[in-house]
């Protein structure tokens, strides 16, 4: 079956622009999560949708980030105002149910800040 | 806050060599998962490990928790090319769905 898929595959934007970045998640895969990944390193939590609950923002850096889950599928991250601190790559997950479930990752979306 | 820190940050090794990397925290974990990543895609889970001192087997990849579940190590006999990539750990802590990720250990193995 599809996996999770995320859209675009690399971005690039100038200084101060916003950007949207899509996760569609495996069907049926309630819990979704955001991470941002810097140059090779670990991941950084971003936020986390686990279906009709109020998302748990924590991870979010600043409040030019948001994100959006529509109709408990498809996902929404958008950045405001970017700076060149925001260049990584952003990595969403799904998983069947919430804790201690797989994750399963897409391919990220590249996003580099000029 | 919770951290886990991995060693070696960096490994190049050639074939048939054998390897093991470290996932070292302060903090207990209820569980602590270990993953893969290629180039241009996402990680993938290798295991999940759940019990202090568990040890599983991966083919070629052998995963231990530590006693006191603050630490894990994954150890891989006979490396292979096909082995490269970044290895993460992530720990999980009981009835939540946040998991700590580690800071990565990139492997190299070269034919």
């Known amino acids: 079956g599809a996996g999770v898929s995320q859209s675009p595959s690399n971005k690039v934007t100038e200084k101060g622009k916003d950007v949207e970045l899509r996760c569609d998640p495996i069907?049926?895969?309630?819990?979704l999560y955001w991470y941002r990944q810097s140059l090779g390193q670990g991941l950084e939590f971003l936020i986390y949708?686990?279906?009709?609950?109020?998302?748990?923002k924590s991870g979010l850096p600043s409040d030019r980030f948001s994100a959006e889950r529509t109709g408990g599928s498809v996902s929404t991250l958008t950045i405001q105002r970017t700076q060149q601190e925001d260049s990584a790559v952003y990595l969403c997950?799904?998983?069947?149910?919430?804790?201690?479930?797989?994750?399963?990752f897409g391919p990220g979306t590249r996003l580099t800040v000029l | 806050t919770q951290l886990l820190e991995q060693s070696p940050q960096f490994l190049s090794i050639q074939e048939g060599e054998n390897l093991t990397v470290y996932c070292n925290s302060s903090?207990?974990?209820?569980?602590l998962q270990w993953y893969r990543q290629e180039p241009g895609e996402g990680p993938v889970l290798l295991v999940t490990?759940?019990?202090?001192?568990e040890v599983k087997k991966l083919k070629r990849l052998t995963f231990q928790f530590g006693d006191a579940r603050k630490d894990s190590s994954l150890h891989i006999t006979a490396a292979q090319p096909g082995d490269t990539g970044l290895y993460l750990c992530?720990?999980?802590?009981?009835?939540?769905?946040?998991?700590?990720f580690g800071t990565g250990t990139r492997l190299k193995v070269l034919a």
């Open positions: 069907s049926g895969h309630t819990a």
């Open positions: 903090s207990v974990f209820s569980s």
């Open positions: 992530a720990g999980g802590s009981s009835g939540t769905y946040k998991y700590i």
């Open positions: 949708f686990q279906g009709n609950s109020a998302p748990d």
């Open positions: 490990v759940v019990t202090g001192g």
């Open positions: 997950a799904s998983s069947l149910t919430p804790a201690g479930d797989t994750q399963y």
